[in-house]
């Protein structure tokens, strides 16, 4: 799944003392150390756990997965079969937010609506990488094919739908349709917010999703050069059978969940693990969540990207979030032992 749009201009990170840039490391912490962890609220981590639990196929997570469907007390729980394992290869931590958003569409075009949203056509997946954004947009070869899914009426908003990955459209008549990733043109991601700041519009400390989005209308020509910049385009797939009330699909194809789901770098935490964020700035998050998802920009033991649910609210405070802090992996017992061995020999 693509992510926020200020997860590609992530400054270069400064390696921790001690480590070097290549070197993994693994500390056994006891919970003692994780700030806050007393007062969270741990039956809503065990509740989004039990989300995907049952899909992670090694032996020792099936049966922590067993014991937690027996609604155990949750911190209990991750106390007496976790350990937490600060997991490091030399980057400073950061986090940044993403979330689910929603846009106004139809069925068919007219009026405001002009701007489909595609399924992937089939030589998109043989071709790679296949026609840019500019081409695709612009170009005659999607029409008449029978491609699209919906027509919205913004092409900015469609543009960072392309990011998330997923969303909603709502239609006219108040029906709420689904929208997921499907795959994409081949084409490597291109920031148009690390644009703005090449081109000096904007300090790197300026730049968020709704600083781009209003200079991108106040610009209407200038700024659909700008989304052209980024040669990378999103294909998309309805989703059925999705309640409305749920989460979009993460990467272990299951809803996440507002505030304790997070998307990680799979190289170095599970998916499916609970993590305990300990989020720094103007706005500190000591929570214990969920590793359900993953994403292109999401890269490093020490990133991580936080899913804050749908709509412009959960936009606005996603896109404003950029800060350091530290996060660690709880690992069941025997694991996270085998690995302090490993890191031993």
Same mark, same amino acid.
């Given at each position: 799944m693509i992510r926020a749009v200020l +997860?590609?201009?992530?400054? =270069? *990170?400064?390696?921790?003392?001690?480590?070097?840039?290549?070197e993994t490391t693994y500390s056994v912490l006891s919970f003692d150390e994780l700030n806050g962890w007393e007062r969270d609220d741990h039956q809503k981590a065990l509740d989004a756990f039990l989300?995907?639990?049952?899909?992670? !196929?090694?032996?020792?997570?099936?049966?922590?997965?067993?014991?937690?469907?027996?609604?155990?007390?949750?911190?209990?729980?991750?106390?007496?079969?976790? /350990?937490?394992?600060?997991?490091?290869?030399?980057?400073?931590? *950061?986090?940044?937010?993403?979330?689910?958003?929603?846009?106004?569409?139809?069925?068919?075009?007219?009026?405001?609506y002009k701007y489909p949203l595609y399924h992937e056509p089939p030589e998109s997946k043989v071709s790679r990488p296949w026609l840019t954004r500019r081409e695709i947009e612009t170009g005659p070869t999607m029409k008449g094919r029978g491609l699209e899914i919906a027509w919205v009426d913004d092409p900015v908003e469609l543009f960072f739908l392309q990011i998330q990955g997923s969303g909603r459209i709502r239609l006219p008549n108040g029906a709420v349709i689904r929208v997921g990733y499907a795959g994409s043109n081949g084409h490597d991601y291109r920031s148009i917010g690390a644009e703005l700041v090449r081109r000096g519009v904007y300090s790197v400390h300026q730049v968020s999703a709704q600083v781009i989005k209003n200079w991108v209308r106040?610009?209407? %020509?200038?700024?659909?050069?700008?989304?052209?910049?980024?040669?990378?385009?999103?294909?998309?797939?309805?989703?059925?059978?999705?309640?409305?009330?749920?989460?979009?699909?993460? =990467?272990?194809?299951?809803?996440?969940?507002?505030?304790?789901?997070?998307? %990680?770098?799979?190289?170095?935490?599970? *998916?499916? +693990?609970?993590?305990?964020?300990? !989020?720094?700035?103007? /706005?500190?998050?000591?929570?214990?969540?969920? +590793?359900?998802?993953?994403?292109? =920009?999401? !890269?490093?033991?020490? /990133? +991580?990207?936080?899913?804050?649910?749908?709509g412009d609210k959960a936009g606005r405070a996603a896109g404003r979030l950029r800060d350091p802090g530290r996060m660690v992996v709880l690992m069941p017992i025997q694991r996270a032992f085998a690995m302090m061995t490993e890191t031993l020999q």
């Amino acid at each position: 799944m693509i992510r926020a749009v200020l +997860a590609a201009l992530c400054l =270069a *990170l400064q390696p921790s003392v001690g480590a070097a840039a290549d070197e993994t490391t693994y500390s056994v912490l006891s919970f003692d150390e994780l700030n806050g962890w007393e007062r969270d609220d741990h039956q809503k981590a065990l509740d989004a756990f039990l989300v995907t639990c049952p899909d992670m !196929k090694d032996p020792d997570w099936q049966s922590l997965c067993a014991l937690a469907q027996q609604k155990p007390n949750a911190k209990g729980f991750f106390e007496l079969f976790f /350990r937490p394992i600060l997991i490091s290869e030399g980057n400073s931590a *950061l986090f940044t937010g993403y979330f689910e958003p929603e846009l106004r569409g139809a069925l068919r075009p007219g009026g405001p609506y002009k701007y489909p949203l595609y399924h992937e056509p089939p030589e998109s997946k043989v071709s790679r990488p296949w026609l840019t954004r500019r081409e695709i947009e612009t170009g005659p070869t999607m029409k008449g094919r029978g491609l699209e899914i919906a027509w919205v009426d913004d092409p900015v908003e469609l543009f960072f739908l392309q990011i998330q990955g997923s969303g909603r459209i709502r239609l006219p008549n108040g029906a709420v349709i689904r929208v997921g990733y499907a795959g994409s043109n081949g084409h490597d991601y291109r920031s148009i917010g690390a644009e703005l700041v090449r081109r000096g519009v904007y300090s790197v400390h300026q730049v968020s999703a709704q600083v781009i989005k209003n200079w991108v209308r106040r610009n209407p %020509v200038d700024g659909m050069e700008l989304l052209y910049h980024n040669p990378s385009y999103v294909f998309f797939r309805k989703l059925k059978d999705h309640a409305s009330d749920l989460g979009p699909l993460g =990467a272990m194809n299951r809803p996440v969940t507002s505030g304790r789901s997070v998307a %990680v770098d799979p190289a170095f935490v599970p *998916l499916g +693990a609970p993590i305990w964020i300990e !989020k720094g700035g103007k /706005r500190p998050i000591r929570r214990l969540m969920i +590793a359900q998802d993953t994403g292109s =920009a999401i !890269k490093g033991a020490q /990133r +991580a990207d936080i899913f804050f649910g749908t709509g412009d609210k959960a936009g606005r405070a996603a896109g404003r979030l950029r800060d350091p802090g530290r996060m660690v992996v709880l690992m069941p017992i025997q694991r996270a032992f085998a690995m302090m061995t490993e890191t031993l020999q």
